[in-house]
């Protein structure tokens, strides 16, 4: 039998350094990067122990600290001594992070001051900006008006500068309340928890659940836009960049992909998951073969989307080259492979062509700003002799394949191919949408693809599931499968991927013919089996600890899906293992 104060410590402590309060000494001493030392009565807010930063001049707010290598905000203690301290700064990626969940909380605030009676419901990101709509019955159509009071709303609390803390409340104060005021989603996720407590981030009485730290103050929040969009009840949450967080970017519209989430939004309505807490009562129920039955619809859909896209194909007789591009890990070799299979059923003799074989030789390939080869620049590929070969081809003419040879860093001479009156090239690569990759193939013959796990799943009624979030695990468990990498060199490697993504694939996804949404709405919780110890693994004296720790707490939302319901020709299994489409990663 457990020791009854033991027990009822262990209960209260929601992390290791809240644990070690009852065995703490009385100081804490921090080190900080200059090379001084300070000592601090123990526990210590954030805030205090960042006091040197906070009293120099700087041009933007700090809004966090890596305390240990552990994102911490500043109102939260700390209870151990600090070894390692750095301030997180607004215009950075992590700072930008918590300026959006602080000001997706300062929206639902200003909201139930504002419409009490109405229920606020997160949808997807869009841009620079979070689709949000009112959800009722009956649906009530939203104002130009409506909107003002709510943004007059947000910006009477920012100039009010309230603080923003994180707290506290029991299990069942946290389930009644959110039942009380009608956020179905997040009662739903606290419900399913067993903790005998829930986070919860307060400013002003206005509670919601904890999903990340926030910035102090109300103050800090004062840039923002909303702007009516999309359905007659919905509107964006427009936000700064963290390149610069001093104003809100000029508006870009999106209509293919906010048409693209829409589609999603409503299958997921009609197929009765919406949210993790939808999904998780679905895995508790597998039993009895629901889950099994969910999830061969949610494949059914992903072949349905692709007999469509196949279909546009091949009812324009023009067509004769496919360009398949999307960011990291969106599925995007095994998509062309089953493209390809469509093709066949339509008629069609598809011809697959690996843009990496179109290199130019290693002497000739352009470097980065720190003097290392940049493969993903669109001048490391041998424009000119591409567009010549494609040009060739598409005229009938015999051709002979290149093969790129990574050792040697230089093209050779590979196999001699020519396509028939039925036949269409299809290309995957990250410059398949820009328009320069191909410049002298005529339009007409072309059919572009974007292609990305553009997630619909809600955290819960405020919160959303970031679509980088799942392209980030699908690659950390595929690191590991196939590339021998662990899940703190995938980290560690991510934001150089992501830089890439932003600035040689992103900007051409307007140019796209069809949207392939790849995403699965229950693959997260199949892909927790592989990625939860991976980042379990990551050490706190690594620099990416922070983010295993965030991606940890995202990950405890669901419940496990093993994978031996994971059909074998899912997209999923490009990541996961045992795909059909790629025997040589096996």
């Known amino acids: ?45 954030v805030r205090l122990l960042l006091d ?23 109102d939260e203690l700390v209870f151990t001594n600090v070894l390692t301290i750095a301030p997180v700064l607004l215009n950075t990626s992590i700072g930008a992070q918590i300026y959006r969940r602080s000001l997706q909380f300062l929206l639902s605030m200003a909201v139930n001051r504002v419409f009490p009676k109405r229920r606020l419901v997160i949808g997807h990101s869009l841009g620079s900006g979070i689709y ?37 409340i029991a299990w069942t104060e946290a389930v009644d309340h959110f039942t009380a005021i009608g956020q179905e989603q997040t009662m739903m996720l606290v419900a399913q928890h067993n903790r005998p407590y829930v986070p919860i981030v307060v400013c002003d009485g206005f509670i919601d659940i904890w999903h990340g730290p926030h910035v102090g103050s109300t103050s800090i929040l004062s840039q923002f836009e909303l702007k009516l969009y999309g359905t007659e009840h919905g509107f964006l949450l427009r936000y700064p960049r963290s390149a610069d967080p001093t104003c809100v970017p000029e508006f870009k519209d999106m209509p293919k992909i906010f048409e693209t989430f829409k589609e999603s939004k409503y299958r997921g309505k009609v197929l009765g998951v919406r949210c993790v807490g939808d999904l998780n009562r679905l895995i508790g129920r597998a039993t009895k073969g629901e889950l099994q039955s969910y999830i061969h619809v949610s494949e059914a859909l992903h072949e349905r989307q692709l007999v469509a ?19 990291s890990s969106s599925g995007k070799t095994t998509f062309a492979r089953k493209l390809c299979v469509q093709l066949q059923v339509f008629g069609k003799q598809p011809q697959c062509i690996s843009l990496d074989d179109f290199y130019v030789n290693r002497d000739k390939m352009p470097k980065d700003e720190k003097g290392d080869y940049d493969f993903e620049a669109v001048e490391a590929l041998d424009l000119p002799f591409l567009n010549e070969f494609l040009l060739k081809l598409l005229r009938g003419e015999i051709v002979t394949l290149p093969k790129f040879d990574f050792k040697t860093g230089t093209r050779k001479e590979g196999k001699q191919m020519q396509l028939s009156i039925s036949a269409i090239i299809v290309m995957e690569g990250i410059h398949g949408l820009n328009d320069r990759l191909t410049a002298m193939i005529p339009q007409e013959q072309k059919y ?69 949404n790849s995403a699965l709405d229950y693959e997260l919780a199949a892909l927790k089996v592989i990625a939860e110890p991976l980042l379990k693994n990551i050490r706190p004296t690594t620099p990416v600890y922070h983010e295993a720790l965030r991606l940890l707490s995202f990950l405890q939302n669901f419940d496990p899906i093993p994978h031996k319901y994971i059909p074998d020709c899912s997209i999923l299994r490009e990541f996961i293992g045992d795909s059909p489409y790629h025997p040589d990663d096996h």
């Open 1 to 45: 039998m457990y020791h009854t104060q033991s027990f009822a410590m262990l209960e209260k402590c929601s992390t290791l350094r809240e644990a070690y309060h009852d065995f703490k000494d009385s100081n804490l001493t921090v080190h900080y990067f200059d090379g001084t030392t300070k000592i601090f009565e123990a526990p210590c807010p």
């Open 52 to 74: 040197k930063y906070l009293n120099k001049e700087s041009k933007f707010a700090i809004v966090g600290a890596l305390v240990n290598n552990e994102l911490m905000g500043m």
């Open 132 to 168: 949000f709509e009112f959800q009722e019955d009956p649906i009530e159509s939203l104002t130009e008006d409506e909107i003002q009071k709510i943004q007059a709303e947000m910006e009477l609390i920012v100039k009010s500068d309230f603080p923003i803390t994180r707290r506290r």
């Open 448 to 516: 572009k693809i974007f292609i990305s796990a553009l997630t619909q799943l809600n955290l819960d009624d405020h919160n959303r599931i970031p679509t980088t979030d799942n392209r980030l695990l699908r690659r950390l468990v595929r690191d590991f499968q196939f590339r021998g990498l662990s899940g703190e060199e995938t980290l560690m490697r991510w934001p150089s991927v992501r830089a890439g993504e932003e600035k040689y694939i992103f900007p051409h996804q307007g140019n796209a013919d069809f949207i392939f």
């Open 309 to 327: 896209v196949a279909e546009k194909i091949v009812t324009c007789p023009s067509v004769h080259l496919v360009l398949i591009a999307g960011p």
